[in-house]
C-alpha cells in the first residue's frame, strides 16, 4: 500500500519508528537532565543568584531593553521587506543595465555578516568622518542583510510560478507592472509567506548582535547584569530571563504570521489573485486560461474601482 508522496510503513517499520521515537525522547530528556542537575549542583538555582530578580527596577530595565530590542527589529523588518521588493524587482527586469548592477549588491549584502557589517558601520565609519549611533548600524545592518535574502526569495517564488500567467497577464493588456503586481506578486508572496517570516524571525534574533557594538538592547543587559559582582554575577539566570524573552518574542511574530496567512487564505480577492489550484499539473493551455480569466477578472474589478 503506498501514499501519494511515500510508501505507508509496514508492521516492521513502525516498530522502528516508535523505537527510534522513543529513543530520541529519551536522549533529549537525558541531555536536559544532565543540563538542569550541572544548574543545580553549582548553585544557579539558589537565592543568592536571583536575588537580583527582586527588585523592580532590574524588571524595568528587561523591559526597557525588550523596547529597544523591538525599536530596532520593527524598523529593521520594514526596512528589509521594502528593500526586498525593491532588489527582487531589480532582479527581474529585462533590462541587463539594471538587472546585472541589482545581482552585484544583493550577492555582496547576502555574502557580507551581519556582525562585521554592523562593526564597520559603528567603528569603521568614524575613521573617515562618519559617526554613526549603535542603532542605525544595527538597524541598517539588518537590512542590507535581510532584504537582500528576502530579495532572492521572492524572485524565485514569481520566478516558481507557470509562464502561462505571465503571458496570459500580456495577452489581456496588461503591462509588465501590472502583470508582476496584480498577478504573479500576490502569487509569490503567499506560497513564501513561511519562508519571509522565518527570515524576520531571523532578523529578530540578529538584533542580538548589537551588543558587540554596545547597543543596549536585551542581550546586552543581560550580560550586564550577569556581570554584576555585587548582585552575585547571575549569568545564567540572566540568560534564562532574556532567553524566555526571545522566546516568547518569536512565538508572537510566528502567531502573528499565522493571522495574517489565514486571513490572506479567506480573502476574496486573494484566493481570485493568489490561489494556485490543481490545474498547474494540466496542459499549459488550461494554465493559460485560468491566468487569462483571473487577469480579465482583476481588470474588470479595476475599472470597476475607478468608475
Not at 532590574?58 to 526596512?79: H, P
Not at 542603532?135 to 521572492?154: C, F, K, M, P
Request: proline residues 5%; aromatic residues 10%.
Amino acid at each position: 500500500m503506498s501514499s501519494v508522496l511515500y510508501d505507508v510503513p509496514g508492521p516492521r517499520a513502525v516498530v522502528r519508528n516508535r523505537i527510534l521515537g522513543i529513543v530520541t525522547i529519551l536522549v533529549v530528556l537525558v541531555l536536559v537532565g544532565f543540563v538542569v542537575y550541572r544548574f543545580w549542583v553549582t548553585g544557579q538555582f539558589s537565592a543568592e543568584k536571583w536575588y537580583a530578580f527582586t527588585f523592580v527596577r532590574i524588571w524595568e530595565q528587561f523591559g526597557l531593553a525588550t523596547l529597544r530590542t523591538l525599536a530596532a527589529f520593527a524598523v529593521a523588518a520594514v526596512g528589509a521587506i521594502a528593500l526586498g521588493f525593491v532588489l527582487a524587482i531589480g532582479r527581474l527586469s529585462d533590462h541587463a543595465w539594471v538587472r546585472m548592477p541589482i545581482t552585484g549588491v544583493t550577492e555582496v549584502f547576502r555574502a557580507i555578516p551581519v556582525l562585521i557589517f554592523m562593526i564597520f558601520l559603528y567603528y569603521g565609519l568614524p575613521v573617515i568622518g562618519i559617526k554613526m549611533p549603535s542603532y542605525w548600524a544595527v538597524v541598517i545592518a539588518l537590512i542590507a542583510y535581510n532584504g537582500s535574502v528576502l530579495a532572492e526569495v521572492i524572485r524565485a517564488g514569481v520566478e516558481s510560478l507557470p509562464r502561462g500567467q505571465r503571458e496570459a497577464g500580456y495577452a489581456v493588456g496588461l503591462r509588465k507592472a501590472g502583470v508582476l503586481r496584480l498577478i504573479l506578486l500576490p502569487q509569490a508572496i503567499r506560497a513564501m509567506m513561511p519562508v519571509i517570516i522565518s527570515q524576520l524571525v531571523v532578523c529578530l534574533k540578529d538584533t542580538a548582535l548589537g551588543f558587540i557594538i554596545t547597543y543596549p538592547e536585551l542581550l546586552y543587559f543581560a550580560r550586564l547584569l550577569g556581570s554584576n559582582a555585587v548582585l552575585g554575577s547571575p549569568l545564567i539566570p540572566a540568560a534564562l530571563v532574556a532567553g524566555t524573552i526571545y522566546v516568547a518574542l518569536c512565538l508572537a511574530l510566528s502567531y502573528t504570521a499565522y493571522v495574517v496567512e489565514r486571513r490572506l487564505r479567506r480573502s476574496p480577492r486573494t484566493v481570485a489573485v493568489a490561489g494556485v489550484p490543481a490545474a498547474l499539473d494540466a496542459p499549459t493551455t488550461a494554465t493559460e486560461t485560468l491566468a487569462a480569466q483571473r487577469a480579465s477578472d482583476i481588470i474588470r474589478d479595476r475599472d470597476a474601482g475607478g468608475s
